[in-house]
């Protein structure tokens, strides 16, 4: 059975920085394009950053691009989303999906939650003085 589980948020001052880790199970992620969402309270889900199979692709919203970086370590299993100079407006539930990389899921920054088929349950990332 596919799982996703994510980990590594908290609460963290503006300007800090966080690192948070998506580790699959009963799967390789080594074919799986691999992004990251989140959602804020009485907002719509986004995408935060995405990286194709192999890690040649990343596309990051224009809202982190500079702050935070995804990489994945595919012996892991495990894909990262470091995120620095954390702003209260990055606050959110963070979720890692995946998806089986038959397309270029991760070709733009407009990248959807609907091409996505296995999520985690999310972790929360609250940046608070």
């Known amino acids: 059975q596919l799982q996703i589980v994510e980990s590594g948020g908290g609460l963290v001052q503006p300007g800090g920085s966080l690192r948070l880790s998506c580790v699959a199970s009963?799967?390789?992620?080594?074919?799986?394009?691999i992004a990251w969402f989140r959602q804020a309270p009485g907002k719509e889900r986004e995408g935060v950053s995405c990286i194709s199979a192999s890690g040649g692709t990343t596309n990051f919203a224009d809202s982190v691009k500079g702050r935070f970086t995804i990489s994945r370590d595919n012996d892991k299993n495990t894909v990262y989303l470091q995120m620095n100079s954390l702003k209260p407006e990055d606050t959110a539930v963070y979720y890692c999906?995946?998806?089986?990389?038959?397309?270029?899921?991760?070709?733009?920054?407009?990248?959807?939650?609907?091409?996505?088929?296995?999520w985690g349950q999310g972790t929360q990332v609250t940046v608070s003085s």
């Open positions: 999906a995946a998806v089986w990389e038959t397309f270029y899921f991760c070709s733009s920054a407009n990248f959807r939650s609907s091409d996505f088929t296995s």
């Open positions: 009963g799967f390789t992620l080594n074919s799986y394009a």
